[in-house]
């Protein structure tokens, strides 16, 4: 066993660690970010190492270090250093545990970089409460009555969803006698067809994961909890809770569906047409919902649900051929990465605005081109790819799912996904046209810290660099796609 | 590799754009001369492709100027653009409409910096349409144009400009979405992007995942609310009465063109049997948009509205001279783009002279203006009888050409009865016309118009150009029709035509 290919977990757990440890003597709070992006940097290194070294794996099989778990480790890194760079300032805010905060921010990240490489039920279950318990302490951080509600209902209906995926992971079990995602394969395909139609319990073992990990990735029905969780909790938080932890959601449903209910054809065809079916609701309840919201972060908790649905169009088409499913499940890597920019720099936005206004309202937002000209073109840039217009990432990442999601006959599914973004450019652009042609309520202009606007050019740099040259990003796309096969 | 004309004409004005918007508080002077500058070497740069375009024999059917880099291997596309005839004179227009849109917007003074900068990248986008061989290339220069219009029509548009922005917007969208569905089938079905080889692609001898009569209509979708067509045209006539002049003149001049382009270009280029199978429908559609379109247009008394719905009118002539399938039609509906392009927007421009200095639209309050303002009222005159199509100017050409053609073609039955229909449209132009030359601009001159100017020396310099070129082509239309026959006769080749 080579515990190097644990290095990027690692070396994040001992920041952690280290994180508290300094918080008891340190005065000055400062040194703790630097400490936490300095862990997270040394993190991604030993990653951009590991690159070269992979596929191998670790504790018998039960980690994968692929370029799959690489790429998702990578967007999960990013996610965390614009988080903490976002906030520097918002911090204030809480008064109290500092060391605290980035510490549960940093183990979060531990439990979300082990579920993209976990490749065994019990693995996969322990590093999504991991992550999960992280993140519920992290939403209610504001000890106001919303972020407790938040906190509140993010914990219970987690606890809920971790039962449901749990009693799935029971019945698969019970049937193959196997949590090695492999091993179970085996043994299903080695069962008669016809035992698996007389004893519906494995196609119920395999809803009940679906509707597990329908919750982390706020699918249709299950993204009721995203609303009240995403406005109430602090809002670094919101941004990373809706790009980090979604990244690593879908993560581990492309690696389960694939390694443990690939085959045989029938059985992949039909969680295929399950996610096709869910895709269109997620995406239109998303979206529809969206238009009527007033509050931003509500608004952005809507269309995270309808980004949802369109990752989960990309899902449905790694379903089919199983000889372009690698090409699907590097569109859903690319989607998942530039998503990852685009969100977490529009809610950098976001958070410099609301330092400054204390308000979330998208009518307080009228006439900021005056107030904070350089937000207002990062934001403008982010939202633009949201909708997916050129020069930027979003419309590469539609065009590379929805080429994928075609090639595998999923037309349908593609004419009701491209429908569904032109309802989303309408409340996009809303807020875009509410900025810039909106009269300013007050001459008073917005200042921003310097994290916030490197957080902020930094992602709105690489939205337009993705926008402009993706094949940088395509290929090691195209890479983590194949590892996996 | 020779000197990249084509990037360069394409990325010439999104540098002026970035230029102007890292100045450090320009001057409207500055700000205006600079947009002046890029948009000016376009246009020369264009002129000369337009020199050193091979008119060959052998050179028909071949894109010119190619450049081609890899760009997104993962669906097959790349930064390929060329040029054959049709995409030249589309080029031509843009630039030249994008030179005189700067004149014409001379006197912005309402954010003249951000009004500018809109107005280059928008010129980019048009350009990068009518020059991309790629679909991928082409979808996106479709959709780059969107942000600028919707800005520019609801910062410096009047009446309610936010709803005709958004209403552009919505239309607008949901085309290109529909072509994105059309696109990504087609590749599948055909396995490139390259425009130039899926032309030369008999589809119907391919697997396709859906009939091509599908993916036809969802590549047609976003052309037919373009263009516009009947039933699809009602954004236009509220993006143009309310967008600002300058505005009005690109959408005009040019934006509506790219709905033409395509249909010649993807529509027909790809799909010619389902073209012609389908050709009817589509005379059909061509018969209600030219006499529809007139009808509406004789009941307008606001100035702007009746020239945005004669436009309606002009485009149902381009759709039936596209589905008459013949060499001769469609050579007469590319040049009634170009026509239109010119006619309409030197219209527009005039229209906004007339609005700064009267501050009146409405016909009934207009009147008698040709003894204050003779030269407004002289190039209103022409550019009037040029969209009636009266001989000597280029709608004459164009128009003549689009009946001929089409009344020959052998496209469907009912073609000559279609055809007749159509020219029985120019009546009603003549009738809406005249009758707007007559009511603003003769009769017993009004009081309130005594001191009213005529046309500065910018705005002279800008509509004695349109009216030239509106001239020129007239007398000599072979200058552009030798060109635009290059791209077209392998369209209709592949119909059998010889």
């Known amino acids: 066993m080579n515990l190097f290919l644990l290095t990027p977990e690692l070396s994040l757990f001992i920041t952690a660690v280290l994180v508290i440890l300094v918080d008891l003597v340190a005065k000055k709070k400062?040194?703790?970010?630097?400490?936490?992006?300095?862990?997270?940097?040394?993190?991604?290194?030993?990653?951009?190492?590991?690159?070269?070294?992979?596929?191998?794996?670790?504790?018998?099989?039960?980690?994968?270090?692929?370029?799959?778990?690489?790429?998702?480790?990578?967007?999960?890194?990013?996610?965390?250093?614009?988080?903490?760079?976002?906030?520097?300032?918002?911090?204030?805010?809480?008064?109290?545990?500092?060391?605290?905060?980035?510490?549960?921010?940093?183990?979060?990240?531990?439990?979300?970089?082990?579920?993209?490489?976990?490749?065994?039920?019990?693995?996969?279950?322990?590093?999504?409460?991991?992550?999960?318990?992280?993140?519920?302490?992290?939403?209610?951080?504001?000890?106001?009555?919303?972020?407790?509600?938040?906190?509140?209902?993010?914990?219970?209906?987690?606890?809920?969803?971790?039962?449901v995926l749990l009693y799935g992971m029971v019945l698969v079990y019970g049937l193959t006698g196997a949590t090695d995602l492999n091993q179970i394969a085996n043994s299903i395909q080695a069962m008669p067809l016809k035992s698996i139609l007389d004893n519906p319990a494995l196609l119920m073992g395999l809803t009940l994961v679906v509707a597990g990990f329908g919750f982390k990735i706020s699918s249709f029905p299950f993204q009721m909890w995203v609303p009240d969780v995403y406005e109430g909790a602090p809002t670094p938080i919101t941004g990373y809770l809706s790009v980090a932890s979604k990244a690593a959601g879908f993560a581990v449903v492309l690696r389960i569906f694939h390694?443990?209910?690939?085959?045989?054809?029938?059985?992949?065809?039909?969680?295929?047409?399950?996610?096709?079916?869910?895709?269109?609701?997620?995406?239109?309840?998303?979206?529809?919902?969206?238009?009527?919201?007033?509050?931003?972060?509500?608004?952005?908790?809507?269309?995270?649900?309808?980004?949802?649905?369109?990752?989960?169009?990309?899902?449905?088409?790694?379903?089919?051929?199983?000889?372009?499913?690698?090409?699907?499940?590097?569109?859903?890597?690319?989607?998942?990465?530039?998503?990852?920019?685009?969100?977490?720099?529009?809610?950098?936005?976001?958070?410099?605005?609301?330092?400054?206004?204390?308000?979330?309202?998208?009518?307080?937002?009228?006439?900021?081109?005056?107030?904070?000209?350089?937000?207002?073109?990062?934001?403008?840039?982010?939202?633009?790819?949201?909708?997916?217009?050129?020069?930027?990432a979003g419309l590469i990442a539609k065009i590379y799912i929805f080429n994928a999601a075609v090639q595998q006959g999923f037309l349908w599914l593609v004419i009701i996904a491209v429908i569904n973004t032109v309802i989303a450019a309408y409340y996009y652009l809303r807020v875009v046209k509410v900025m810039w042609l909106g009269a300013p309520a007050s001459e008073e202009p917005v200042p921003s810290s310097a994290a916030l606007r490197t957080a902020l050019t930094l992602a709105a740099a690489g939205v337009l660099l993705l926008g402009i040259v993706p094949s940088l990003l395509i290929k090691l796309a195209q890479a983590a796609g194949k590892s996996m096969s | 590799?020779?000197?990249?004309?084509?990037?360069?004409?394409?990325?010439?004005?999104?540098?002026?754009?970035?230029?102007?918007?890292?100045?450090?508080?320009?001057?409207?002077?500055?700000?205006?001369?600079?947009?002046?500058?890029?948009?000016?070497?376009?246009?020369?740069?264009?002129?000369?492709?337009?020199?050193?375009?091979?008119?060959?024999?052998?050179?028909?059917?071949?894109?010119?100027?190619?450049?081609?880099?890899?760009?997104?291997?993962?669906?097959?596309?790349?930064?390929?653009?060329?040029?054959?005839?049709?995409?030249?004179?589309?080029?031509?227009?843009?630039?030249?409409?994008?030179?005189?849109?700067?004149?014409?917007?001379?006197?912005?003074?309402?954010?003249?910096?951000?009004?500018?900068?809109?107005?280059?990248?928008?010129?980019?986008?048009?350009?990068?349409?009518?020059?991309?061989?790629?679909?991928?290339?082409?979808?996106?220069?479709?959709?780059?144009?969107?942000?600028?219009?919707?800005?520019?029509?609801?910062?410096?548009?009047?009446?309610?400009?936010?709803?005709?922005?958004?209403?552009?917007?919505?239309?607008?969208?949901?085309?290109?979405?529909?072509?994105?569905?059309?696109?990504?089938?087609?590749?599948?079905?055909?396995?490139?992007?390259?425009?130039s080889v899926i032309a030369q692609t008999d589809l119907?001898?391919?697997?396709?995942?859906?009939?091509?009569?599908?993916?036809?209509?969802?590549?047609?979708a976003p052309f037919f609310i373009k263009l516009p067509v009947f039933p699809l045209h009602t954004w236009l006539p509220d993006a143009h009465t309310d967008a600002p002049t300058g505005v009005s003149v690109v959408l005009a001049g040019v934006l509506l063109k790219m709905g033409g382009y395509g249909m010649i270009r993807v529509n027909v280029g790809f799909f010619p049997t389902v073209a012609r199978d389908l050709a009817p429908i589509m005379g059909a559609l061509a018969v209600i948009g030219v006499l529809y379109g007139a009808a509406i247009t004789l009941r307008q008394t606001d100035l702007k509205k009746l020239i945005a719905y004669s436009s309606v009118s002009h485009m149902g002539l381009v759709l039936l001279g596209i589905f008459a399938l013949t060499n001769v039609s469609l050579t007469g509906a590319t040049l009634q783009m170009f026509s239109h392009g010119v006619v309409t927007g030197l219209l527009f421009a005039l229209v906004g002279l007339v609005y700064d200095k009267t501050h009146n639209r409405n016909l009934s309050a207009l009147g008698?203006?040709?003894?204050?303002?003779?030269?407004?009222?002289?190039?209103?005159?022409?550019?009037?009888?040029?969209?009636?199509?009266?001989?000597?100017?280029?709608?004459?050409?164009?128009?003549?050409?689009?009946?001929?053609?089409?009344?020959?073609?052998?496209?469907?039955?009912?073609?000559?009865?279609?055809?007749l229909l159509c020219a029985f449209g120019i009546v009603?132009?003549?009738?809406?016309?005249?009758?707007?030359?007559?009511?603003?601009?003769?009769?017993?001159?009004?009081?309130?118009?005594?001191?009213?100017?005529?046309?500065?020396?910018?705005e002279m310099l800008c509509i004695f150009s349109f009216a030239a070129i509106i001239i020129v082509v007239g007398v000599y239309p072979a200058l552009l029709t030798d060109i635009i026959q290059m791209g077209t006769k392998p369209i209709t080749a592949l119909l059998g035509a010889p």
Request: glycine share 8%.
């Open chain 2, 428 to 458: 009603l132009t003549a009738g809406y016309i005249l009758w707007m030359l007559q009511r603003a601009f003769h009769g017993p001159p009004l009081e309130q118009y005594d001191k009213m100017p005529d046309a500065d020396r910018v």
């Open chain 1, 30 to 163: 400062g040194v703790l970010i630097f400490l936490s992006l300095l862990g997270v940097v040394v993190s991604g290194g030993f990653a951009v190492s590991l690159w070269a070294q992979a596929p191998d794996a670790l504790f018998n099989n039960m980690l994968a270090v692929d370029h799959f778990a690489l790429f998702f480790k990578f967007i999960i890194l990013s996610a965390l250093a614009l988080t903490i760079l976002s906030s520097v300032d918002y911090r204030r805010k809480f008064g109290r545990g500092d060391g605290e905060y980035l510490a549960l921010l940093l183990t979060s990240a531990v439990g979300l970089m082990l579920l993209s490489a976990a490749r065994e039920l019990i693995t996969i279950y322990i590093s999504l409460e991991l992550s999960g318990i992280s993140l519920y302490v992290l939403a209610s951080f504001l000890r106001d009555p919303k972020s407790s509600e938040a906190g509140l209902k993010y914990i219970l209906l987690g606890a809920v969803a971790s039962a």
């Open chain 2, 368 to 419: 008698g203006l040709a003894r204050r303002m003779p030269i407004i009222a002289v190039v209103f005159s022409i550019a009037g009888l040029a969209s009636l199509g009266l001989p000597g100017t280029s709608g004459f050409a164009a128009e003549f050409l689009v009946f001929v053609g089409s009344f020959t073609s052998n496209a469907f039955a009912s073609v000559r009865i279609v055809t």
């Open chain 1, 259 to 392: 390694d443990a209910f690939g085959a045989p054809d029938w059985l992949s065809r039909d969680w295929g047409t399950l996610f096709a079916v869910l895709a269109v609701l997620t995406m239109t309840v998303g979206n529809i919902v969206a238009i009527a919201q007033t509050n931003i972060k509500r608004m952005m908790a809507y269309s995270s649900i309808a980004q949802a649905g369109y990752i989960m169009v990309g899902l449905a088409a790694t379903s089919v051929a199983q000889t372009m499913a690698p090409e699907a499940r590097g569109a859903v890597a690319f989607f998942l990465a530039s998503y990852a920019l685009t969100n977490i720099g529009a809610f950098v936005a976001i958070v410099a605005f609301s330092n400054k206004t204390g308000t979330d309202l998208i009518a307080d937002y009228s006439g900021m081109v005056k107030r904070a000209p350089l937000l207002t073109l990062g934001l403008t840039v982010c939202l633009v790819s949201l909708v997916g217009l050129p020069p930027t």
């Open chain 2, 204 to 220: 119907t001898q391919l697997k396709a995942a859906i009939p091509l009569t599908g993916i036809f209509l969802l590549l047609l």
């Open chain 2, 1 to 195: 590799m020779s000197f990249p004309f084509l990037s360069a004409i394409i990325f010439l004005p999104a540098i002026g754009a970035i230029v102007i918007a890292l100045l450090r508080k320009p001057s409207q002077q500055q700000v205006r001369g600079l947009a002046l500058l890029f948009s000016l070497v376009s246009f020369l740069l264009s002129v000369y492709l337009f020199l050193a375009f091979d008119r060959s024999n052998t050179a028909i059917g071949v894109m010119q100027f190619v450049e081609k880099l890899s760009w997104l291997p993962a669906v097959g596309s790349s930064y390929h653009l060329g040029i054959d005839g049709i995409s030249l004179i589309m080029l031509l227009l843009t630039t030249i409409i994008g030179v005189l849109v700067v004149l014409v917007s001379w006197k912005v003074t309402l954010r003249p910096r951000e009004y500018f900068i809109w107005l280059l990248v928008l010129e980019t986008s048009l350009i990068g349409v009518f020059t991309s061989v790629d679909l991928i290339l082409f979808f996106i220069f479709w959709e780059v144009e969107l942000l600028p219009m919707y800005l520019l029509i609801s910062i410096w548009g009047t009446g309610r400009k936010e709803y005709s922005a958004i209403k552009y917007v919505i239309y607008t969208v949901s085309g290109s979405a529909l072509m994105l569905a059309g696109i990504l089938t087609l590749y599948f079905t055909v396995g490139t992007m390259d425009m």
